[in-house]
Structures are given as structure tokens and as C-alpha cells.
């Protein structure tokens, strides 16, 4: 008979069908069906976007407080959104919790849309936070639906953008165009005094051919024109910027986050970049979990070239120590041999068990992570046996 095995499975959402903690309570769930007595911990995981919130909330169970308050979608819409305590002094903002692109219809990303996007709501969900005493914030950027380098955050927080005339600039990154002048007098003197790290795996610049419009500006709604007049708006805020704080923050690494949003706080706070996946891997305890294991399993989406340029899975992976590590993934796309060459994986398993469109392996996900999980775990068991008898 073989022995139980300790198993860790910490995998990143799957988009579009399921956020990280159903993705680990599928992955478990399988997993315990074959191999009943095996010890399983769910450390669902994330980047800094979208989900992030729901993987911390869970790993941290009742040590987090969830707060809830009113603020804006990216359209200026009313919504009610949250973020954490994850002690008296530390909160955690998702920007996508306000100001993600999944707050819009499909139908509303359009280039109409992305000019005016606002991260406005963003900047509710910070001010609510220093309200109720955090003095230090963590803010997860991904999954934005903006492209106003963070102006619409700050503007909520007190700064003052405005054009020639004297008068202050509507939402959206479109109007950045008409900058003519930062007031700072009146930002929140609070965020001066609290610490402030951005969780973020984006590398690239504010503008330019691979900066925040052009790389992520297609996916919110912006054509060609679009992403050349946002970027071009982007270029005058990073230039008022430097006017105003003498930060040159443009080329920064990873400025062009959520629509540039690091760019924005890099210019009025004393934010620090880190990386998402490092930080939400110390927020949840993915390297305690990992001591001791047997195996650790990993899953996202689609495993590609990306795979390898510090997603949640290789963070996952590099967390692990010397427990092999198994990516299950809804599929594999361009770049896939790297991944399965690259050493980081002990096995890169797509979890599709016949053929199926898109859309019906989506809607069909749960079932396909604990089937696969389950496939895994019984092969375990067949491994165990195998080495016995030699």
C-alpha cells in the first residue's frame, strides 16, 4: 500500500471561467477522490490582479477583514467594492476590484470606452483604506480597463490636473492630452506617510511600442487610433510628471502597469515595485506550505512563452524547493515546448479530456481540473506501486 503523500496545490485562476480559490478546491477535490488519505493544502495564488484578493482572503481566513465601500467602475459608474485589513495597519487594493476591465460589459469595450476609463475608483478604495487607519498599503495591479497612468486615482486623492485655461481635466487618459499643469497642493498629505508597495509583474515602459496603450490597450476596446492617442496622452503625463516632481518615471520598469498606473503613484508617493507574485506568495505562506511537501501542483490558463516571464505558475515553481512541481493548464499555446523544456516543471499536463470548443471547456472547467487532478494523483499511486516491486 502506498503512503500518503503531503501535496500543495497552489495554482493561479483560470481566466475567464475560474478565479484561483475554485481552481484549488477543484484540483483538491479530484486529487482526495483517488487518493483519500493523502494530506492536501490549497494555497490558491495570484499576481497582483484580478483574483488576488479572493486568493489572499482565503489563505488568510478570519486574520483578514474584508471592508466593503462605495465607489466607480471605470466608467463612473456606482459600484460597491472591497478590499483587506490584513492587519490593523496593512490593507490590500485590488485595482481590478474597481477599476478592472471584467467591470465592463463585452459590448462597452470599444474605443469610446477606453479613452474615458477611469481609475477614479481605485483612488475611493485607497482613501477608504487610510480612513480606517492603514498605514501601509499593498495595491495589486492587473486587470485594469484603464489607460490614464493612475490619474483619475490620484485626482480621487486630492491632485489637480489641469489644461491651459485653468480648468480641471475630465476622466480617462484621452484628456491627459491637454495637461497643462499639476496642482499637488491639495493630494491626501496621508499618503506621504504610509508605506506603499506595488504587487506588479508588468516590465513595461509608460509609452511607446511596447508601453501601456499599444501592449494592453487592444484587449480594453482602443483600435489604432486609440492606442496612438493614448499613448501620446501618456507622453504628456509623464512629462508633467518630471515638471512637477522632477521624477522621471516614464521609463521606469513596469510603469505601464494597469494602464500606467505605476506611473502615476512612482510620481506622487513613495511607492516601491515588487514583484506580484513574490508578494502574494509571502501574503499567503506559499513557501512554509511548500517545506515538507511531496508534490506541489500549479495550474493557469494556458501554459505559452508567457508561462516563463514570472506568471504565478514559475512562482509557484521557484517557491517549491525540492518538491517536483506539475502545471495542469487548459491548454498549451505558442512557446509551450519552452515551457516543458525549461526544467521549472516536472509535467505539463493540458487538462482536456476529449475534444471541445472553447467556450464549452470554459463552462466546463471545474470538472476538467478535478479529472485531471484525479488522472495525476491515480498515476501517483501506480508510481508508488511500480518502485515497490523493483
Not at 500549479?298 to 517549491?320: F, W, Y
Request: net charge negative; hydrophobic share 45%; glycine share 16%.
Amino acid at each position: 500500500m502506498s503512503r500518503p503523500l503531503r501535496v500543495v496545490v497552489a495554482p493561479d485562476s483560470f481566466g475567464g471561467a475560474l478565479d484561483s480559490v475554485a481552481v484549488a478546491g477543484a484540483m483538491a477535490r479530484g486529487w482526495v477522490s483517488a487518493r483519500p488519505d493523502d494530506v492536501v493544502v490549497q494555497i490558491p495564488m495570484a499576481d497582483g490582479g484580478e483574483g488576488t484578493l479572493a486568493a489572499i482572503a482565503a489563505a488568510l481566513g478570519d486574520r483578514a477583514v474584508r471592508w466593503t465601500g462605495e465607489t466607480f467602475d471605470p466608467v463612473g459608474r456606482g459600484i460597491t467594492a472591497e478590499w483587506l485589513m490584513l492587519d490593523e495597519q496593512t490593507a490590500f487594493i485590488e485595482l481590478a476590484s474597481a477599476s478592472g476591465l471584467a467591470r465592463l460589459a463585452r459590448g462597452e469595450r470599444m474605443p469610446s470606452t477606453a479613452r474615458r476609463a477611469s481609475t477614479r475608483g481605485t483612488g475611493r478604495l485607497v482613501q477608504g483604506a487610510l480612513d480606517v487607519g492603514a498605514r501601509r498599503l499593498v495595491v495589486g495591479l492587473g486587470g485594469s480597463a484603464t489607460t490614464d497612468g493612475g490619474a483619475g486615482m490620484l485626482v480621487e486623492l486630492g491632485l489637480r490636473l489641469l489644461d491651459a485655461r485653468g480648468n480641471s481635466l475630465g476622466d480617462g487618459g484621452a484628456a491627459l492630452a491637454r495637461l497643462d499643469h499639476i496642482d499637488a497642493d491639495g493630494l491626501d498629505p496621508r499618503l506621504a506617510e504610509v508605506g506603499i508597495v506595488i504587487a506588479s509583474d508588468v516590465s513595461n515602459p509608460l509609452t511607446g511600442p511596447n508601453g501601456a496603450a499599444a501592449t494592453y490597450g487592444p484587449q480594453k476596446g482602443a483600435d489604432a487610433k486609440t492606442i496612438a492617442e493614448l499613448d501620446a496622452a501618456l507622453v504628456r503625463w509623464g512629462a508633467e510628471i518630471l515638471r512637477a516632481t522632477g521624477r522621471d518615471v516614464a521609463d521606469a520598469h513596469g510603469a505601464g502597469a494597469a494602464g500606467g498606473t505605476t506611473a502615476g503613484l512612482l510620481g506622487f508617493t513613495s511607492a516601491e515595485v515588487r514583484s506580484g507574485v513574490e508578494v502574494v506568495a509571502e501574503l499567503v505562506g506559499l513557501t512554509a506550505a511548500c517545506v515538507g511537501a511531496d508534490l506541489v501542483i500549479t495550474g493557469e490558463g494556458r501554459a505559452d512563452e508567457q508561462t516563463l516571464a514570472g506568471k504565478a505558475a514559475l512562482g509557484v515553481a521557484r517557491q517549491a524547493g525540492s518538491a517536483p512541481v506539475v502545471l495542469l493548464c487548459g491548454g498549451l499555446g505558442p512557446g509551450a515546448e519552452i515551457v516543458e523544456e525549461s526544467g521549472a516543471f516536472a509535467v505539463v499536463q493540458p487538462i482536456i479530456d476529449r475534444p471541445l470548443g472553447l467556450e464549452t471547456a470554459m463552462a466546463d472547467t471545474e470538472r476538467l481540473l478535478a479529472n485531471a487532478a484525479a488522472r495525476l494523483a491515480r498515476s501517483i499511486g501506480i508510481g508508488q506501486g511500480l518502485a515497490a516491486r523493483g
